[in-house]
């Protein structure tokens, strides 16, 4: 049960943590000090949201597709990490890696939830992350497994959007630095790199 809590928590959480445009809203809005708490509620809500729709469709309409095709979905699950894995390490090692937070104007709280809606809804990878990459992957669990699979990751979106858009202020400052993005992006790659192992001797590979 521990083991399915941490698999789905470092998952989740190495599938959000690399900087996009939704994170680097909730960034800015940290460092303005704007309706932090709710835009950290919205993307935790919204992950957890998609994340139990993945796991509970995937496991009630496609159970017998995924129990007769279990080896290769944990293969393609396993390619795909690996997949994400090179590419942060490729952006590991690229030069001048910083992010870059203009602190405009703040908008009301109707206006700011409207963008981090759009933000996170329109971004498709969020429905291959969430829903079809950990969906897929909760099946490897059976019984209460897989709801602590599904607990452990989105239990993650909320460690990391409230981490993220309270630390803000305190994290700018650092990630400002291109070794930090180095180290970071290497820590991610490692987490997908031992979830693919994983995956892969499940799923029969190795």
Request: aromatic share 16%; charged share 10%; with cysteine.
């Amino acid at each position: 049960m521990v083991s399915a809590f941490f698999t789905g928590f470092f998952l989740g959480l190495s599938l959000i943590v690399a900087i996009g445009a939704q994170n680097t809203f909730v960034l800015r809005q940290g460092i303005i000090g704007k309706h932090v708490f709710v835009v950290a509620l919205f993307c935790a809500l919204s992950d957890s949201l998609l994340i139990g729709i993945g796991v509970a469709s995937i496991s009630f309409f496609l159970n017998s597709f995924v129990s007769e095709n279990a080896n290769w979905l944990f293969g393609f699950s396993s390619l795909w990490l690996l997949g994400y894995g090179v590419l942060r390490l490729k952006s590991a090692f690229k030069a001048n890696i910083m992010l870059e937070i203009t602190a405009s104007k703040s908008k009301s709280l109707l206006s700011t939830i409207s963008i981090v809606a759009f933000l996170t809804f329109a971004n498709p990878h969020v429905y291959l992350d969430t829903m079809v990459l950990i969906g897929s992957i909760s099946q490897q669990f059976i019984g209460i497994n897989k709801l602590t699979f599904t607990l452990g990751a989105s239990t993650a979106s909320f460690v990391f959007f409230y981490s993220l858009a309270y630390g803000a202020k305190l994290l700018e400052p650092v990630m400002k630095s291109p070794s930090s993005w180095r180290v970071l992006d290497c820590i991610i790659a490692f987490i997908m790199f031992t979830i693919s192992f994983k995956l892969a001797t499940a799923g029969n590979w190795l």
